[in-house]
């Protein structure tokens, strides 16, 4: 009946208010919150919820949103700017750390050749979303640390397209590396390659028309009618709907609608994700721990011990000495939730057994729970290592891959604030809602994308959280108020700098949080009193300071709402 259903809604969406608040508050992170939240509710736990199935399958459209937002951050460019790291390093980390715990796996603990070939590699992979979590918190994403362990995270994400086709390989009844594989690998190749085709000829036209209509509800709509007719199609011709929905991220990366697609999938994909790792939660069997716990202990120690212990040479190898090395060795030796969302699949083709499942899914939350206290170690490490060099976290940072200012709006103001940015040759990433504007824009060769910048997703996804200055420029006053309101919310430290049309809205714009407001119409002004002046024959010295001190009178009006 629909309103049971709608009681485990309820009863999953109270979990979830309860437990990650409190999860973030112990800086273990949302996704153990979540975790927390299934058990609580689930079989093992309360016992509140009991149709664990139907949830799952529901579920199940979180992990596709996660594969397609995946695919379009994975652009080519950024990969291939990390190249050294991303396929040296985290190609080196996949393949060691996945054979030698496969291997374990069969020789040690009696896994079928099936269940081993699947578990070491997805074992193999860290955590993303959790670890960039921690690096940010810290403060050291762009240290030689935190670029040495987003590298390998990049590639790990890159991996679990292949583990997702080994999945479909490994369910197959009779498993031959001739005929069976050849031909699977044949026809994957081909419907990716038909994917490919649709998206270039029919999914950018498409966006451009939809967009073209002014409609955001309608764009919403066809965001999330791409990500679910993508993996639909995927899933019937035979390969797994997250690896269909990985392949329309991808031809999205470099489309100039790219970061509007992206915030509108973020909300589904944020509600379904967490209540996939909540259905793994309540799939949980706590009595497995609680009865004997120094197996499931045992095999965590074991885990991390053999991650770190493969990851450490590697990354020495590679440039990373000392306490940086160990540091990036134990911020990535947890599994994540790839592996979980592998072994999900895994458990419903018949490939592991409900024992097996219950154990790795015990393993993997284990090792995520204990993170945070391998970040923070690692972070004093990488301390501890600048005060030993003499030079800070911070001086090993890089220049920002992400872009130092975004123009909010790219209208008249803000072609010409971008043209005289371009003329200082400083970068900059322009967003606007009208789709010919970006087109025009776009054929120039300017960095606009089309999106509503009063959509606070879509800012973030714009690099507005790594921006040092963002200008809004926007015609409209309400909506310049709204932007300007929800940024200093959300980045309180940012410089926002912002058009206003009068002296009142200006003032208005500073109390919202604007670092600076600039009436439109006073440089108008002063640049026609300036020419009235000099042809009155007045002399310059007398004419500038009577214009400077109209400026600074002007906008010490707007300053003194303070």
């Not at 060691?96 to 796996?105: D, Q, R």
């Not at 999330?224 to 995927?234: K, P, Q, R, S």
């Not at 058009?499 to 949080?513: E, M, N, T, V």
């Amino acid at each position: 009946m629909i309103s049971d259903y709608l009681l485990d809604i309820i009863i999953l969406l109270m979990a979830a208010v309860i437990a990650v608040p409190i999860s973030q508050a112990a800086r273990l992170g949302a996704v153990p919150g979540f975790l927390i939240a299934g058990v609580l509710v689930g079989p093992s736990g309360l016992g509140l919820i009991s149709n664990i199935s139907e949830i799952r399958n529901l579920a199940e459209i979180g992990v596709v949103l996660l594969l397609f937002v995946i695919g379009i951050e994975l652009k080519p460019s950024r990969l291939w700017k990390m190249k050294r790291l991303v396929f040296g390093l985290g190609s080196l980390q996949v393949i060691i750390t996945g054979a030698l715990l496969g291997a374990v796996g069969y020789f040690f603990f009696g896994l079928s050749l099936r269940a081993a070939i699947l578990i070491g590699p997805a074992l193999a992979l860290s955590s993303t979303a959790f670890v960039i979590q921690l690096l940010s918190e810290q403060g050291l994403v762009t240290t030689t640390y935190g670029r040495a362990s987003i590298s390998v995270l990049l590639l790990q994400d890159l991996a679990v397209i292949p583990l997702l086709i080994l999945v479909s390989l490994l369910a197959m009844p009779e498993l031959t590396i001739g005929e069976n594989i050849g031909l699977a690998l044949a026809e994957s190749l081909l419907i990716l390659g038909l994917v490919v085709l649709l998206g270039r000829y029919f999914l950018h036209p498409l966006l451009h028309r939809v967009a073209l209509s002014d409609n955001p509800e309608i764009f919403t709509a066809s965001a999330v009618l791409i990500v679910l007719g993508t993996a639909f199609i995927t899933e019937h011709a035979g390969l797994s709907m997250a690896m269909g929905a990985f392949r329309a991220g991808l031809l999205i990366s470099d489309s100039f609608y790219r970061h509007q697609v992206l915030a509108e999938i973020q909300p589904f994909r944020g509600l379904l994700l967490g209540l996939f790792f909540m259905s793994m939660g309540m799939s949980l069997n706590l009595e497995l721990l609680l009865e004997n716990p120094l197996p499931s202990l045992g095999m965590l120690l074991l885990l991390l011990s053999i991650k770190a212990a493969v990851l450490f040479p590697l990354v020495s190898w590679f440039g990373l000495k000392n306490k940086n090395g160990i540091a990036t060795s134990l911020v990535l030796a947890q599994s994540g939730e790839f592996a979980l969302v592998l072994f999900s699949l895994a458990f419903q083709s018949d490939i592991l057994t409900e024992t097996l499942f219950q154990q790795l899914l015990l393993v993997v939350l284990l090792s995520m729970l204990v993170t945070p206290a391998l970040a923070n170690f690692a972070r004093s490490l990488v301390l501890e290592q600048s005060l030993v060099t003499g030079i800070s976290a911070e001086a090993e940072t890089e220049i920002p891959t992400e872009t130092p200012i975004v123009l909010a709006g790219f209208g008249r103001v803000g072609h010409r604030i971008g043209e005289i940015l371009t003329l200082a040759g400083i970068p900059f990433v322009a967003l606007d809602s009208n789709a010919s504007i970006v087109s025009n824009e776009r054929i120039k060769g300017h960095p606009v994308f089309f999106g509503d910048v009063r959509n606070p997703e879509l800012l973030e996804t714009a690099g507005a959280r790594n921006a040092q200055t963002i200008i809004v420029t926007l015609n409209d006053p309400e909506a310049a108020e709204q932007v300007v309101s929800s940024l200093r919310k959300t980045h309180p430290n940012i410089n926002i700098y912002v058009r206003g049309r009068s002296l009142d809205q200006c003032s208005k714009l500073r109390l919202l949080g604007a670092t600076g407001a600039v009436s439109e119409n006073l440089e108008a002004s002063l640049e026609l009193a300036r020419l009235a002046l000099t042809s009155s024959g007045l002399k310059k010295k007398k004419r500038d300071a009577i214009l400077d001190d109209f400026r600074r009178t002007y906008h010490a009006q707007i300053d003194d709402v303070f």
